[in-house]
């Protein structure tokens, strides 16, 4: 375990002894922890950066390693604590162990795939107005949700279209937009490996549309200076209030959206169906064809088989 899993492990111990948790329990949860975040140093993976596949992995290699139902009802337990301190003190995105909620014995681990014709719903129900605004002139406030709804539906269509992720999205230069060829430069990173995708022709416009018009007005309003595609209208750099308050619309008009990821996830799925692997591996931009595998309706059909077999959910 490397320096800066120690000072999480040792953080996620004085959180859960804020919280109330006995020393037995606070020990019990850092010790499964630990083992968690030893399992996943060799493989590259920053705590921060798990994966809801990489949880059902472990799982999966726990229950191999001969551990009982309960015990791994206590491992997800305590990876759920684990993340959940991780959002409420380092603002991160999601809780990759969210979707295998403890209820007693009983639990939902698999999400429900979205398929193309929802995902298309999903992004055309996002309505956004369009006004023209006289050139020169300042923006006035009431009119930043307006030109936030018309940047949130350009990055819901590129995590629709093309699969890109939170953490890429927040890292897009303009000179990763390639307008003129139709196409995105994803740069890759210690875990991803970088791809150049194909636009949509409506996208293309949209692109086009927002970099030199409402970006520009984003920034006049919020008296920012930045060379990021997506700036915020509020004071806030953070871009994780851009994606929170993005699902929150969307789950608005589809109950069924659990966040980002679940979209993604679906993307990638219905990719599987209609490309060869090695060309899904290089869209979603995954190192190693073993994570795209595991999207694949098959062996996530296995895995669910396995983790109901030694695992009871509901």
Request: aromatic fraction near 8%; proline fraction near 3%.
């Amino acid at each position: 375990m490397n320096k800066a899993e120690q000072i999480y492990l040792e953080q996620f111990s004085e959180w859960l002894t804020i919280k109330g948790f006995t020393n037995n329990t606070v020990q019990g949860l850092c010790k499964t922890v630990k083992h968690f975040l030893n399992w996943i140093e060799p493989q590259n993976i920053e705590p921060e950066n798990v994966s809801y596949n990489d949880v059902l992995a472990y799982i999966n290699y726990k229950r191999k390693q001969g551990n009982k139902p309960r015990t791994l009802i206590l491992i997800v337990n305590a990876l759920n604590h684990f993340y959940r301190f991780l959002q409420s003190e380092y603002q991160l995105n999601e809780n990759p162990a969210s979707n295998v909620q403890i209820k007693g014995i009983k639990r939902k681990v698999l999400q429900e795939i979205l398929t193309p014709e929802e995902l298309e719903t999903i992004y055309k129900n996002y309505n956004v107005e369009k006004r023209e605004y006289e050139k020169g002139k300042k923006v006035p406030p009431q009119t930043n949700n307006e030109l936030a709804r018309r940047r949130n539906k350009i990055i819901l269509g590129l995590i629709i279209y093309q699969g890109i992720r939170t953490e890429e999205l927040a890292k897009l230069e303009l000179t990763d937009l390639q307008l003129r060829e139709g196409k995105i430069n994803i740069q890759g990173s210690k875990r991803t490996e970088g791809r150049l995708l194909k636009l949509e022709a409506h996208q293309v416009y949209d692109l086009m549309d927002y970099v030199h018009t409402i970006r520009k007005q984003i920034l006049e309003a919020t008296k920012k200076e930045s060379t990021k595609v997506f700036i915020s209208v509020g004071t806030s750099l953070n871009f994780a209030n851009i994606m929170q308050k993005l699902v929150k619309s969307i789950q608005e008009k589809n109950k069924k959206i659990k966040d980002i990821k679940h979209i993604r996830t679906s993307v990638i799925t219905n990719w599987l169906k209609i490309h060869n692997l090695r060309k899904v591996q290089y869209m979603a931009g995954h190192r190693y064809v073993s994570s795209t595998e595991a999207y694949q309706i098959n062996n996530i059909e296995e895995l669910q088989d396995d983790i109901k077999k030694y695992h009871p959910i509901g």
